[in-house]
């Protein structure tokens, strides 16, 4: 009998990864891909232990904790501060006591920025492989100044040398991830699991959100912070000018604010509604259009849960995603990032059903083809190799 998920011990027999992960953000995307990620491994023998801060947990993340449990996942909750602290230090001794009490592990992996930088450290103390999923490389970000990119790029090639594995989600993301330094770098795109919908699920959700008749309903889903660009958003959806529509801003963040008094400003009232947070699968239904205009991502899930339920993309370009939506035809993307070009291409979408039907069905195929199923087993294969010893006997992180 031999555990496919596993490495050989002295009797050549299989035994369960045994994996420790790091979360500091404990919501949004990052939370997603933990919850399902995990899931997917734990049910094809990986043990897993995840210790997760609850300071930035949504509420999604939380109502999934008690169904990893149920499945085996050890999960343990452990303050972590997003930016660096003074505390850092003590958790770190606090992880490692959890590791000698709980290990051996074969490895630990660290999620997002500050999950990974204390995975690397863990790692070089314990003396296993530490694997990075960054879930956006901040460098990307067009906002950084001189000095904070300097800072966190020269924090990324100081942990990089630690890193048996970096995982980036998208091209671009692998492409910065080098950049900095990371010598080995895998790209697994998420994938996720979503059973396409019926017109009576579709109907059900307009209608438990108050979309009438011919309402025309696009919807923007991220948090409202500078890298969303909500912002952008109200000012594309002020200038497309078409009657019976309305725009639903699901999320909340430091720009609900400016976003309030942007839509009083554009003479919006009564056609923009303010959701606040809510699951994405539960509004992008009731949706004819979903708007896009973060100002750079790896490849978000929202985008993702949109394709699998068939709901057209209009997006503001952006780097590295702009053109892969492009290349693969997976939404209209406009030329440039004023309102009026978004509210153009916009306006273009919705004047052309046989634009929105084509891009409705690439979407669907290319969730379909990618899927839940295929991010779990190449990630699962890619730990395979971090813990299989070499033809020598010997492991290669040793």
């Known amino acids: 009998m031999a555990n496919a998920s596993g490495r050989p011990n002295k009797a050549g027999i299989l035994s369960p990864v045994r994996a420790f992960w790091i979360l500091e953000a404990s919501g949004g995307g990052t939370g997603r891909h933990v919850l399902d990620l995990a899931l997917g491994l734990a049910e094809r023998g990986v043990e897993v ?35 660096p602290h003074p505390s850092d230090l003590g958790a770190l001794f606090r992880l490692l006591a959890y590791a000698r009490r709980e290990g051996p592990f074969h490895l630990v992996h660290g999620h997002s920025s500050k999950g990974g930088a204390l995975a690397r450290l863990l790692g070089r103390l314990l003396g296993i492989p530490a694997v990075y999923t960054p879930h956006g490389v901040v460098t990307l970000s067009p906002f950084l100044s001189p000095w904070e990119r300097a800072i966190y790029g020269g924090a990324e090639r100081l942990l990089a040398p630690l890193t048996a594995l970096a995982l ?71 200038q497309l000018g078409l009657p019976q529509t309305r725009l639903l801003l699901v999320g ?81 993307v406009a030329p440039s990032r004023e309102p009026a070009a978004l509210a153009k291409a916009m306006a273009g979408l919705l004047e052309n059903p046989a634009l929105a039907d084509a891009l409705r069905q690439r979407g669907r195929a290319w969730v379909e083809g990618q899927g839940l199923e295929g991010m779990v087993e190449k990630i699962l294969a890619l730990y395979q190799e971090l813990v299989h010893p070499t033809k020598a006997g010997k492991s290669p992180w040793a």
């Not at 801060?53 to 501060?81: C, N």
């Not at 996720?192 to 919908?197: E, F, G, S, W």
């Not at 985008?303 to 693969?328: C, H, T, Y």
């Open 252 to 332: 909340s963040g430091p720009l609900d604010p400016a976003c309030r008094e942007e839509v009083r400003a554009l003479g919006l009232e009564g056609k923009v509604a303010f959701l606040g947070e809510r699951e994405a699968r539960e509004v992008l239904p009731a949706l004819d259009l979903l708007l896009f205009t973060s100002a750079y991502e790896g490849l978000p899930y929202v985008l993702l849960e949109a394709l699998a339920l068939e709901v057209p993309v209009v997006a503001a370009p952006l780097p590295g995603l702009g053109d892969w939506l492009q290349e693969k035809g997976l939404a209209q």
């Open 49 to 83: 232990h995840l210790a997760y801060s609850p300071l930035r947990m949504d509420a999604i993340f939380a109502q999934g904790l008690p169904l990893l449990e149920s499945r085996g996942v050890r999960t343990w909750p452990i303050p972590l501060r997003r930016s």
């Open 168 to 238: 980036a989600v998208s091209p671009w993301e692998g492409e910065a991830l080098r950049t900095l330094g990371y010598r080995r770098v895998a790209v697994v795109e998420n994938g996720i699991a979503l059973p396409p919908l019926t017109p009576e699920e579709r109907a059900s959700a307009r209608t438990a959100l108050g979309i009438t008749g011919d309402t025309v309903a696009m919807g923007f889903v991220g948090r409202l912070d500078q890298q969303k660009d909500p912002l952008l958003a109200l000012r594309a959806f002020a």
